[in-house]
């Protein structure tokens, strides 16, 4: 990035307009969040009224963290994530593989077919799938929550273009010391694709840290539920109106990945921008 | 040989759970729920029919409708508003781009949340502003007239962060010669954008609106804390009422032919985004 302004940025009244702006914009983007950190963080009479003097409390988190079992959803939570990534990258690296530097009969018929994913996503086929989990007997688990979405179309096309960048010598290079298949995929392609591997990982424990709908449908007790569906049940459920409690459970429930996010803003950006570029 | 093997667990995976899924979703669509001792029998298009007829689906499929054109041309035109604003050294940039990025990090159910007490009644802080302004109260999720539009905000809210990040990335490639250039020949900074900067955002634009095409049909967490697809069904949308005919009236074989009509309009987004990434969006 070179220090001078580039030759269309806006300068004098201009820039100060756009700045205006953009702060503005910003001002009302966080303005929900700011809102919902005030009531969290203050007593319930405070809760809507604005005053500098309220005074800041965290019973709020106290009383929602012992209101329902979080501790346990958040277990289930991390379990999930854990399992359906690990899940994720193995299948993921193994099929990207095979689409990058193998030729086989059906390759491209094959490949279109994991696309089929992108756009028909297990969000969707939620009927059929409550079906087949009922029928293998993972109603009601961490791993019916998860299995749907372990060969995920979305990983394998990015680590193809990836593998697919890999110049061919280094794969020779390791093919004529003596590396089988499997050995070349270790010591060559994974070590390259590091880059990409961190930002599909943090795009898919996002994905998978925030998912709601399915989880809901396949679980129906707290020793399965992931957070997300833990804080609607907390939420619908006889806390009446009570919003600090309810602000405060929802960003109790959010508090890992957001502090995570915070603290690696940079890594995450740039990890939902590559994982966007295809 | 070796490649199939390579493919065959993740293969086998997605053919339990995508394609057979798909298939087999065509076939119930055909059947009758099983009820009690009675088994599914063969119907053939009665499900269609139901369909057809209720005018519950007829609204969820125009609201899905609307909230699509509301919500995707919205946050599009944002995000790239928020992209080129932070793509300038304007003063606070970095916070500026947390600020539009962070709804993204949260999960749809806690961003509903926030939500609803925003637009709580009195209580809220919507209502505190209008009201300071001396405006009435207003029931924003509870009135038929203003609902679906209130969802549509907290969607655009959630969403235009995330696309301004591919924006953004594309700005950044773009060469500053390219600008030089222009500014040499006495182009003018609307004309820049509107004739080098836009085109070559395209295939990012594309990129974009498939997603949020998607999301416009995938994502209803929201309307599941906020609505429940009221009030008088003002709020339903496709894959809420999947879900309620689904999974709390348990007739999963009209559910199965609201699948259908889903997997239709997700087929067409595939069929334009093919063909109009073959007419080469971009002049590169």
């Known amino acids: 990035m070179n220090a001078t302004l580039h030759v269309y940025e806006p300068r004098g009244m201009g820039r100060a307009l756009e700045a205006t702006g953009a702060w503005v914009l910003g001002l009302l983007w966080v303005l929900p969040l700011l809102y919902a950190f005030w009531t969290a963080f203050h007593t319930a009479e405070f809760s809507t009224r604005l005053s500098l003097s309220a005074p800041l409390t965290l019973a709020n988190f106290v009383t929602a963290w012992h209101a329902a079992p979080f501790a346990r959803y958040f277990l289930n939570t991390l379990l999930l994530v854990t399992m359906v990534l690990a899940a994720q990258l193995v299948l993921t690296t193994l099929a990207a593989y095979a689409f990058a530097r193998f030729a086989f009969p059906g390759r491209n018929v094959l490949f279109a077919l994991v696309l089929v994913q992108l756009m028909v996503m297990p969000d969707v086929l939620i009927v059929e799938n409550y079906r087949t989990m009922t029928a293998l007997g993972l109603k009601d688990t961490i791993l019916g929550i998860g299995l749907p979405y372990m060969a995920s179309a979305f990983g394998i096309f990015l680590l193809r273009q990836t593998f697919k960048s890999v110049p061919r010598e280094l794969d020779e290079a390791a093919r004529v010391e003596g590396c089988t298949p499997l050995q070349v995929l270790w010591k060559v392609y994974v070590p390259l694709a590091r880059p990409t591997y961190l930002a599909y990982a943090l795009v898919s424990v996002s994905y998978h840290w925030n998912n709601f709908l399915w989880p809901l449908i396949i679980t129906n007790s707290v020793e399965a539920r992931p957070v997300t569906v833990g804080l609607q049940v907390f939420s619908a459920t006889d806390q009446g109106i009570d919003w600090s409690i309810i602000t405060a459970a929802t960003l109790l429930s959010t508090a890992p990945l957001l502090i995570a996010f915070l603290l690696f803003q940079r890594q995450f950006v740039q990890s939902f921008m590559r994982a966007g570029i295809r | 040989m070796y490649g199939w093997l390579l493919l065959l667990p993740a293969m086998a995976l997605l053919a339990l759970f995508t394609h057979y899924p798909a298939i087999a979703n065509l076939w119930h669509s055909f059947l009758s729920t099983p009820k009690g001792d009675r088994p599914a029998v063969f119907v053939g298009l009665e499900n269609y029919q139901q369909l057809v007829e209720d005018p519950i689906f007829w609204q969820a499929f125009s609201n899905n409708f609307w909230y699509a054109l509301g919500t995707i041309p919205a946050s599009i035109a944002l995000a790239l508003l928020m992209a080129v604003w932070v793509n300038d050294r304007i003063p606070g940039r970095g916070i500026l781009r947390l600020a539009f990025f962070t709804p993204t990090i949260l999960p749809m159910i806690a961003v509903a949340n926030i939500w609803l007490f925003f637009y709580t009644p009195e209580y809220g802080l919507l209502e ?96 599941v804390v906020m609505t429940r697809g009221g009030p008088d069904n003002a709020t339903e949308l496709l894959l809420f009422y999947i879900y309620e005919i689904g999974f709390r009236f348990w007739d999963s074989a009209y559910a199965a032919a609201l699948t259908m009509v889903l997997l239709a309009i997700l087929g067409v987004v595939a069929l334009a985004q093919f063909f109009l990434l073959e007419r080469k969006v971009h002049y590169q």
Request: charged share 10%; glycine share 6%.
């Open chain 2, 128 to 223: 505190q502003f209008t009201g300071a302004f001396g405006l009435p109260s207003h029931n924003w999720l509870g009135s038929k007239s203003t609902a679906l539009a209130a969802l549509m905000v907290v969607t655009i809210w959630k969403e235009a962060g995330f696309f301004m990040i591919f924006y953004l990335a594309a700005l950044q490639s773009m060469s500053p010669h390219l600008a030089d250039a222009a500014a040499m020949e006495g182009a003018s900074r609307g004309y820049f954008f509107r004739r080098v900067t836009l085109p070559l955002l395209m295939p990012t634009t594309l990129f974009v609106l498939v997603n949020a095409v998607i999301n416009a049909f995938r994502l209803v967490d929201h309307i």
